[in-house]
C-alpha cells in the first residue's frame, strides 16, 4: 500500500477477499502510508487493519521487503494503492521505499508486479512514468478509469474490484483487458 490514503478502504476491501480466495497475503506499507495519520484515519488503526485481515506482520521498510524475492517468500506483488510517487519511482529505478524496494526485489527474480493506481495527475505528470511501467517486463496494471473528468480532468482511478482477476492473470504473465474502462 502507498499513500493514496483516501482509496484504503477499497484496498481492505480486496484484501479480504483475497483472503477469503486462500491466498496467503504479506502486508506492505511505503513508509508514508504507515506512518502518516490522515483525515482517513491514524496511522496505527490502518497497519492494525492490514494485519488483521493478513494474520501478518506489516513490511515497512526496504530491510524488510528486500529479501522478499531472493528468498522465494511471494509469488507477486500487488501495489494497491499505488500512487503518483511510486510511479514516478518505479518508472525511473528509484528504490527508496518499502514498496518500490519489494518491486525490485521481486522483479530482480523474474516476478510479476500488479500496479493498482490511484492519481490525481495520472493523465499529466504520471502519464510518462505510466507509459513507461506499461512497456516494462512483468509489470502488469489493474484497469483504470477516469474518476471525475470534469472538476480532476488528469485523474485516473483504478478499478479496485478488478484486483482478484488481475492477480489471476499477472500470475500467468498476462494482462486483463481492457485495461482503460
Ligand atoms: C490525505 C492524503 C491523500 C493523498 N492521496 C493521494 C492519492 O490518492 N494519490 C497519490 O498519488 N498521492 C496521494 N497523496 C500524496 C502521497 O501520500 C505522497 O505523494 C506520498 O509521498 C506518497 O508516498 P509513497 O508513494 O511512498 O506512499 C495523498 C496525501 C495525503 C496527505
Do not use: W
Request: proline share 5%; glycine share 6%.
Amino acid at each position: 500500500m502507498c499513500g493514496s490514503f483516501c482509496t484504503f478502504s477499497k484496498a481492505y476491501e480486496q484484501m479480504q477477499v483475497l483472503a477469503k480466495d486462500g491466498y496467503e497475503l504479506v502486508p506492505i506499507m511505503s513508509e508514508n502510508a504507515a506512518n502518516t495519520d490522515t483525515r482517513f484515519g491514524t496511522a496505527e488503526e490502518n497497519r492494525l487493519r492490514a494485519e488483521k485481515i493478513t494474520g501478518s506482520r506489516v513490511l515497512c521498510t526496504k530491510v524488510d521487503t528486500e529479501p522478499l524475492g531472493p528468498r522465494d517468500i511471494c509469488d507477486m506483488l500487488v501495489i494497491a494503492p499505488c500512487t503518483g510517487n511510486t510511479l514516478a519511482k518505479l518508472s525511473l529505478g528509484v528504490t527508496d521505499t518499502a514498496v518500490t524496494m519489494a518491486a525490485k526485489s521481486l522483479l530482480r527474480v523474474g516476478k510479476p508486479v500488479l500496479i493498482c493506481a490511484a492519481t490525481n495527475d495520472a493523465l499529466g505528470a504520471s502519464a510518462q512514468n505510466i507509459g513507461r511501467l506499461l512497456n516494462t517486463k512483468n509489470i502488469f496494471f489493474v484497469p483504470l478509469a477516469q474518476d471525475d473528468h470534469e472538476n480532476k480532468p488528469n485523474s485516473l482511478v483504478a478499478d479496485f474490484e478488478l484486483i482478484p482477476k488481475c492477480v489471476t492473470k499477472a500470475l500467468g504473465k498476462e494482462q486483463l483487458q481492457p485495461i482503460l474502462v
